[in-house]
């Protein structure tokens, strides 16, 4: 967790992303984006003391991305062809880390703690989704969000590896926001933020018993509290209703079907299905292991729970049903 002499920094990190919606130019979105990598790798630089090469290669592709910014929207070329728009959208997929630009995402995912997971998943894709709203181009947009769905779906297979797996939920979580911007700014708005929420709560928990290998999970999972905890939250980000993800993807649905976009509804559809049968057998797993596993681990396991934090999350699972049985009614 960050230290109380990085809440200043902390603070800064979050309001530059939020000011965002206040920006009416390319050059002031541009200096706001600039400013908020800044700070991301304040943060990653804080986090841990042997990241020293991603780092730079993070900071090089992202400033890539911002030079080629910078370079067409100071020219203006974008006025003159179309052709611009799909370099200004590459470079806007380049720094969210979609496919086929997600390599140093993933590379980068699985170094870090999982708080710099859920920051390098969510909030470093505020900006440069909210400028990606304003020159899209839709049929570039679909393709890759499918692509990129479809890509993810053959990387988890036999995947050991908990963070690397998140990775790519993170991507076919991203083609769902990237396509939402077409549904307008309320629509991907609402998607982010309640994904952001239930993601943060999932990664807390990561964090705090440090998991890193999906097979460490079953022997933390002796603890029945912590086991309904895990249920619930795969629950949510898997997208099963009645849970904040399934209302999300419900929202989701309705409005491409209002626009008859049946095919490409039928892609995404699949695609979640697939990635679903992960989450439930994860949870399977979880859900099946047997009390004399690791016992002798409960004591220790005990001591590293905070149950404090164990209680509020649970009460954000259960708000989780209340709107949930609230938007049915």
């Not at 943060?43 to 090469?53: A, D, E, H, Y």
């Not at 039928?266 to 292991?289: A, G, K, P």
């Amino acid at each position: 967790m960050l230290k109380k002499y990085n809440l200043l920094y902390l603070m800064m990190y979050m309001l530059s992303s939020f000011l965002i919606f206040y920006m009416n130019n390319y050059y002031s979105m541009w200096i706001l984006m600039e400013l908020n990598l800044l700070l991301f790798i304040i943060f990653l630089i804080m986090s841990s003391k042997f990241l020293g090469n991603k780092i730079i290669k993070y900071y090089l592709i992202n400033s890539f991305g911002s030079m080629i910014f910078l370079f067409f929207i100071n020219m203006n070329l974008f006025k003159e062809n179309l052709n611009y728009f799909y370099i200004l959208n590459f470079m806007m997929m380049l720094k969210l880390g979609m496919f086929p630009f997600h390599h140093w995402f993933i590379d980068l995912m699985i170094n870090l703690n999982w708080l710099m997971c859920f920051f390098l998943s969510t909030w470093q894709k505020l900006i440069p989704l909210m400028i990606l709203m304003y020159f899209y181009i839709k049929n570039l947009i679909i393709l890759l969000s499918i692509m990129g769905s479809l890509f993810s779906l053959m990387m988890v297979f036999n995947q050991i590896y908990l963070k690397k797996l998140m990775g790519y939920s993170s991507i076919i979580h991203l083609s769902w926001l990237m396509l939402s911007i077409l549904l307008g700014m309320k629509m991907w708005m609402i998607y982010f933020f309640i994904y952001s929420l239930t993601l943060y709560f999932f990664m807390i928990i990561l964090n705090m018993l440090n998991f890193n290998l999906i097979n460490e999970m079953y022997m933390y999972m002796n603890i029945y509290e912590m086991k309904i905890l895990m249920f619930l939250l795969i629950l949510s980000i898997g997208g099963i209703p009645p849970m904040f993800g399934f209302l999300i993807k419900m929202l989701f649905l309705n409005k491409m079907i209002e626009l008859m976009e049946f095919f490409m509804l039928m892609i995404l559809i699949f695609c979640s299905l697939v990635f679903l049968f992960y989450y439930i057998r994860l949870m399977f797993n979880m859900m099946m292991i047997e009390s004399f596993s690791m016992k002798f681990y409960l004591n220790y396991l005990y001591k590293k729970i905070n149950y404090n934090l164990i209680f509020y999350i649970m009460m954000f699972l259960l708000m989780n049903l209340l709107m949930m049985i609230f938007w049915m009614f």
